[in-house]
């Protein structure tokens, strides 16, 4: 347990009042790690307020740079940091939040050669990532690297978020309880294909960023089980029951996955 300092106290000020943060809670957040795959839309967000909140070392995985197209909805960025790596514009501006926070740069790609160092080192991952194929492989590489996955997803007006944990076993589901293998190529849009409304990203990255803190604290009641869905046209919030289920490829009964190489990369 580490002591706060008179800054940190007046800093945290807000959390450390709440009982079920405290000081104690605080002191944990700042020892805690989470890694952030991808530094857009939901990252945005995302890691403004993971960095605000004192999480102590935020890993960021994103291998693009910043473009124009992309200022519409991830706020971390700046019109004058287009062209610069994703991970140095987000990182800049969260040091400059807070400078307790450790940022880990990895401009980088995921895949299934490079997951499981990746993540192995935070105790929590979160996925704002923009496509099925990483979607997946990140929930096969947190089941079987023993990580808490934070998972959301969004197009045009609509979005669900989740948190993953079916390494902990029964009754905890995990992605592909839900949805089983990864739509054909083309089939769903992307947000740069079928766009988005930048006002969503802001909602479901804060949403990821409360759960992630929820998850670290250990309080309240974990999304894990529950699926929300957010219609942002007919304002509404509609939580679904997800179960773990026996069948599940991965996390079944008879799991036919025991490793990463079912994935294309
Ligand atoms: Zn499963």
Same mark, same amino acid.
């Given at each position: 347990?580490?002591?706060?300092?008179?800054?940190?106290?007046?800093?945290?000020?807000?959390?450390? &009042?709440?009982?079920?943060?405290?000081?104690?809670?605080?002191?944990?957040?700042?020892?805690?790690?989470?890694?952030?795959?991808?530094?857009?839309?939901?990252?945005?967000?995302?890691?403004?307020?993971?960095?605000?909140?004192?999480?102590?070392?935020?890993?960021?995985?994103?291998?693009?740079?910043?473009?124009?197209?992309?200022?519409?909805?991830?706020?971390?960025?700046?019109?004058?940091?287009?062209?610069?790596?994703?991970?140095?514009?987000?990182?800049?501006?969260?040091?400059?939040?807070?400078?307790?926070?450790?940022?880990?740069?990895?401009?980088?790609?995921?895949?299934?050669?490079?997951?499981?160092?990746?993540?192995?080192?935070?105790?929590?991952?979160?996925?704002? /990532?923009?496509?099925?194929?990483?979607?997946?492989?990140?929930?096969?590489?947190?089941?079987?690297?023993?990580?808490?996955?934070?998972?959301?997803?969004?197009?045009?007006?609509?979005?669900?978020?989740?948190?993953?944990?079916?390494?902990?076993?029964?009754?905890?589901?995990?992605?592909?309880?839900?949805?089983?293998?990864?739509?054909?190529?083309? &089939?769903?849009?992307?947000?740069?294909?079928?766009?988005?409304?930048?006002?969503?990203?802001?909602?479901?990255?804060?949403?990821?960023?409360?759960?992630?803190?929820?998850?670290?604290?250990?309080?309240?009641?974990?999304?894990?089980?529950?699926?929300?869905?957010?219609?942002?046209?007919? /304002?509404?919030?509609? /939580?679904?029951?997800?179960?773990?289920?026996?069948?599940?490829?991965?996390?079944?009964?008879?799991?036919?996955?025991?490793?990463?190489?079912?994935?294309?990369?």
């Amino acid at each position: 347990m580490m002591d706060l300092s008179d800054s940190q106290i007046e800093r945290y000020a807000r959390h450390i &009042m709440l009982p079920q943060v405290g000081g104690e809670g605080q002191s944990r957040l700042l020892s805690a790690s989470v890694l952030v795959v991808g530094a857009g839309g939901l990252g945005a967000p995302l890691l403004l307020y993971l960095a605000a909140a004192g999480v102590g070392r935020i890993g960021i995985v994103d291998d693009d740079v910043v473009d124009l197209s992309n200022l519409q909805r991830q706020v971390i960025h700046q019109t004058d940091g287009i062209g610069v790596a994703k991970v140095e514009s987000a990182a800049a501006r969260m040091r400059a939040i807070n400078p307790d926070v450790v940022v880990e740069l990895h401009r980088l790609r995921l895949n299934r050669g490079n997951i499981e160092s990746l993540i192995a080192p935070y105790d929590l991952v979160v996925d704002g /990532t923009d496509n099925f194929a990483t979607r997946f492989l990140l929930n096969d590489a947190c089941h079987f690297g023993g990580k808490t996955l934070v998972s959301a997803a969004m197009l045009r007006f609509d979005a669900q978020i989740s948190t993953f944990k079916s390494h902990l076993g029964d009754p905890h589901p995990c992605y592909r309880c839900i949805f089983r293998e990864p739509p054909p190529p083309g &089939m769903v849009p992307t947000c740069s294909e079928g766009g988005v409304l930048g006002a969503l990203a802001g909602t479901m990255g804060s949403l990821q960023a409360v759960e992630v803190l929820k998850e670290l604290l250990g309080i309240g009641d974990s999304l894990s089980g529950r699926l929300l869905l957010y219609a942002a046209l007919e /304002t509404s919030f509609r /939580t679904v029951k997800v179960r773990r289920d026996p069948d599940c490829p991965l996390c079944g009964t008879h799991p036919t996955y025991k490793d990463l190489s079912h994935h294309p990369f």
